[in-house]
């Protein structure tokens, strides 16, 4: 008569420790990818997440598949993200530490704004930071005689509030457009705000279709302006609201 094997019984801790173990070296291999490889859109995506203790996150509104609003060959998600990065270089310059959603045109997720916008609130609510910034332009079906610029946010939570004052008395400071205020998300929702567990607002820089907005968010010397306008504003609300 055949003997039946006995079964082994592995011990729970050393399999933990080889888990452990495991998921060291995966993140080790991810973080030098991302190093040896910076431009490639996946290893972006994951040097977002890796940041030690951002305090901002900056989103570039759009972009890859989703070209966003236009007007010609001016696209909504090459302005929006050559705006992204001088705010955050603004930052930076004040010692503010910032993540970004994305920092090129190529995403690392798929061509699907279900996928797109789930995969921009997962990288803030998993940052630990602060603040949530998205950067748009805005569209009418009013046509070009509509501008100015707004920012969205749940404004019933104090923090969100706050921020938006705070980026709206800067970027008011500039008159280049007329301000159209303060916007309550829960009239409109919009999900980069909504599932963010982050104080989170999306300013809506004015609109590319009026020949006024569209000259000052196009040129490189205003760009930065703005820039650094909304910088300060973010950076004042950091400042007060810290320990």
Known sequence: MAKKRKKKHRDPMKLLM???????????????????????PITRSITSLIIEDPQVVLDAGHGGYDSGSNFGDIYEKNVTLALTKKIGTAL???GIKVAYTRT????????????DLTRRVEISNTSHAKVFVSIHTNAS????????????????????????????GQMEQLQ?????????????????????????????TGFLENENDRAYLTNEASQQALADKIAQGIYNYIKQNEP
């Not at 969100?160 to 980026?167: A, C, G, H, R, T």
């Not at 280049?176 to 205020?181: M, W």
């Open 104 to 115: 090129s045109d190529e995403v690392s997720w798929p061509a699907d704004e279900v996928a």
């Open 92 to 94: 930076e310059n004040k």
């Open 141 to 168: 079906e009013l046509g070009s005689s509509v501008n100015g610029f707004e920012i969205w946010g749940k404004i019933k939570d104090t923090n969100v509030f706050e921020l938006s004052k705070q980026v709206m």
């Open 18 to 40: 080889i888990l452990c173990l495991e998921l060291i070296v995966v993140l080790v291999l991810l973080i030098l990818c991302a190093k040896v490889f910076p431009d490639n």
């Open 176 to 204: 280049y457009t007329q301000n159209r205020g303060i916007k309550d998300q829960d009239l409109a929702p919009l999900q980069v705000l909504q599932d963010n567990q982050l104080p989170a607002i999306l300013i809506e």
